[in-house]
């Protein structure tokens, strides 16, 4: 559906520079200033970090329009995470992107899931019964670390067909300390911490590779690895190194917002503990009124906390966004987490409601309205498994442990995710 000719909008509205000058004073983080921005001029306005404007999307239509509608005019030029990522189908651009994503599209539809519904199952199964030791013991446990400890056994065991050993645990931690520390990198130079993280992660990386080569396939039968060692047996591009890339691609996005997300919901029931019994009063186990009220629950947390909190895109070509006229040249954030928060679409949006998500008529219909995961092309393959991995978990936990923290954190993080600041130590009873 083309936009009508640029010439036909309006210029985006632009804060001026006390604005930001006043953010700067308070040293306040970007998401501060996207919030003063929007609550100023709207959903879809200008603000300036150096000399050229960058525009703020946080209007649904105006989102669908530049990640839905027109993803060939606001593109993707990398990722912030391509120091680790490298060239797998996150960061990836163009006919690369477009490629790497048809290798990887049936694994993530509704049969190609079924293959790792077991492999899920298994890993709920073992975080449920690291659960019911700490239960029996009192023992005082990290629950983002047990959120993180169960998406990554999840994807491993998807991936390699091999449940997590201790080893591959150890050395993928580096993943998570790579992730927090990109932020506050140069440009192009990881340090000497970062860079031995890096190697740590290539290392696991590559023996997987190794061994999925030499056939040796884990109990579980081959594994998403499998189905890229076979696209590297069509496309000369699959070499060792973007075999890598797509392995620690795969990694990161199959368990990093999925730990985090999980982590957020157990902190909102610990608020809110009506909802976490509003939920277990929905049908019996394994109900799909059960399972519908635990994934409520889990959409709830993303609205308020989304996967993707921030998308940013370029603008190649002169185009409109609600009206407003975007040259061709500027840098466009796509926000979902303020989305999330328009008072008009979500009424009472910093409250945690799960029934928006299972009462008709709660949610807004705007399809650019609900976006934790991204929309259009771009949008994350893995959100079908994410949905399913977290609501395994919960199916296993909610009913039989409810976590006492001892504190929670004050804070939120905004990086590559948004995450909570600080640890979540907490016993069961």
Do not use: N
């Amino acid at each position: 559906m083309p936009s009508p000719p640029a010439g036909d909008g309006v210029p985006v509205p632009e804060a001026g520079p006390a604005l930001v000058a006043s953010w700067r004073a308070d040293g306040g983080e970007l998401v501060d200033l996207l919030t003063r921005t929007r609550e100023l001029l709207g959903g879809v306005a200008a603000f300036r970090l150096g000399p050229d404007p960058t525009v703020l999307v946080t209007d649904p239509r105006a989102a669908q329009q530049v990640l839905a509608l027109h993803p060939d005019r606001y593109v993707k030029r990398s990722h912030r995470a391509r120091l680790l990522v490298g060239d797998g189908v996150l960061a990836a651009t163009g006919d690369a992107w477009r490629r790497q994503r048809r290798v990887l599209q049936g694994q993530f539809t509704g049969k190609g899931m079924r293959r790792y519904e077991d492999r899920i199952e298994a890993a709920a199964r073992t975080a449920a019964g690291r659960w019911a030791a700490y239960a029996r013991t009192g023992e005082e446990f990290d629950l983002g670390d047990e959120m993180r400890r169960f998406a990554l056994d999840t994807i491993w065991r998807s991936l390699t067909g091999h449940p997590l050993d201790p080893h591959t645990e150890r050395e993928l931690a580096a993943v998570s300390a790579v992730m927090g520390a990109l932020p506050t990198l140069p440009a192009g130079a990881p340090g000497a911490a970062v860079a031995a993280e890096l190697a740590r992660i290539d290392a696991v990386a590559r023996h997987a590779i190794g061994a999925a080569r030499r056939g040796e396939a884990g109990p579980d039968g081959p594994g998403l690895l499998h189905v890229l060692l076979d696209a590297a047996g069509e496309y000369a591009e699959y070499t060792d190194d973007l075999l890598r890339d797509e392995l620690v691609t795969l990694l990161v996005a199959g368990h990093e917002t999925t730990a985090t997300t999980l982590t957020w919901l157990y902190l909102l029931l610990d608020r809110h503990p009506e909802a976490r019994e509003e939920a277990l009063a929905a049908g019996g186990e394994g109900t799909p009124e059960r399972r519908q009220a635990l994934g409520a629950l889990v959409h709830e947390a993303l609205r308020l906390y989304p996967a993707a909190w921030i998308l940013p895109r370029h603008a190649v070509e002169d185009g409109l966004l609600a009206g407003h006229t975007v040259p061709a040249g500027t840098d466009v954030l796509v926000c979902p987490y303020l989305i999330h928060r328009v008072p008009e679409l979500w009424p009472d949006p910093e409250r945690f409601d799960p029934a928006r998500f299972t009462t008709p008529g709660r949610r807004p219909s705007e399809p650019g309205s609900h976006l934790p995961f991204g929309i259009g092309p771009r949008a994350c393959l893995g959100l079908q498994f994410a949905l399913r991995e977290a609501t395994a978990l919960l199916e296993h936990l909610l009913p039989a442990h409810r976590p006492r923290f001892r504190a929670t954190p004050a804070g939120t993080v905004f990086g590559i995710t948004v995450r909570p600041d600080g640890p979540t130590l907490a016993t069961l009873g």
